[in-house]
Structure formats: C-alpha cells, structure tokens
C-alpha cells in the first residue's frame, strides 16, 4: 500500500521549516529540566513508562526471543532505551534514536554508551528497523493550524511505514480524554487516524485506549 505513496519531492521536505521552531522549544525545556519527563513535555515517570508499555504490545511472541532492530521517532533524552535496554528482545538486538533537536541528540550521546544504542539528530527514521514507535513526537505543534499538522502526521506515518519492516505504532493525546488542554498541544481523536492508516499503510490496524492516560495508542502491523 506504500508504494503508492511515492512522491516528488520528498513527502517531508517542508518539515524542516514546520519543525524549527518546536526543536527550539524542546532544547529549551532540555536545558531548564534536564534529562527527565519534564525535559520533554512529560510529567512524570511512571506516565512514561506506561506510554512505551502500551508501544512495545505491538511485539509478538517469537519477538521477545531477541535481535530486534528498532526505531525511536522524536527519542528526547533517551527514555525509551533506558526501558527497553533489560528486556529479552534487547539481546543482540539494536536500537535507533531520532531527534530534530541538536541537544537532544547531544545528550543521549553523552548519557547513554550502550553499544547497541546509536543516535541522530533527523527528522525522519532514516535507517530500515522491525519496528519504529512515536512516543508523545506528534503532540507539540505549538501554533501549527490542526489541518496542517494533522497532514504532516499522516506523511511522517507514511515515511515511517517505509522503513519498518514488521510494524509502527504511535501514541497522541487524546481530544475526548484529555480535560487540561494547552493550546501548543495537539489533541485527537483516534478514528481520523485509524482509518487512515488502514486505507493507506496496512488492512492490520489496532487501536488501544484501555489504559489510564488521557491518550491513545495505535499498532500498525505490516
């Protein structure tokens, strides 16, 4: 179904110009809070680690056996890996972190020398993985009109399916869950995106919202 996505020019070239100013605000937040949730918009630790819970129940049985390559979209300070590093499909497995923001990618160098973990500062996964997962990267969009930035997800999703060999998922704040809303944030609906990626990446789309956070969780398996 990818396939007939095919595009020129690049279906992100305009995506450096969108996301300038959001890495700005995401080295500014990594420099007032440092390498914790609150360094990338998060409150706590606890909230994290059930977002990347929720991602990761995408894997199937023969999965957890070990040798996983993996992509991270919008990896912040690293959190993601810190997670995932113990789990049995870590072993001999690799991980790829992505980041727009210069000090985001400067401190996971510095933080994390696993050798299994490698980082780049890119707005899109440029390295082919078995899976690729967004945490919270699609819920920052400041003053970005929700049409517009509604259609830089949906490309950004597209770009992923094409380097992800057995499936992607994602999470965003959700508009019918979320009470606390701040105008820089992106809030959705879940169908909008379902569908999408049902008509347009794969037939094999999950929803997942049993969970206690004002968001959602969708898997696409390819």
Known sequence: MIADQARSPHPLSDAPRLLAPIAVHYGAALRTYGAQPRGVFWRDTKGQRLRFE???????????KGGLILNDLGCGYGAMFDFLAD???MKDGRYQGYDITEEMVACCSQRITDPRASFEQSLRAT???????????YNLRLDIPDDKWMDYIQRSLVDLATVSRKGLAFNMLG????????????YARPEPFYDFCLRVISPH????????????????RL
Request: charge should be negative; charged fraction near 25%; avoid cysteine.
């Open 54 to 64: 929720q991602l990761i129940g995408i894997l199937d049985e023969d999965d957890w």
């Open 87 to 89: 789990l049995p499909f």
């Open 127 to 137: 390295k082919m993985a078995d899976y690729s997962f967004v945490s919270g990267t």
């Open 175 to 186: 508009a019918d869950r979320s009470k606390r809303r701040q105008k820089t944030l992106y």
């Open 205 to 220: 789309v999950t929803l997942v919202t049993d969970y206690p956070l004002a968001e959602w969780t969708i898997w696409v």
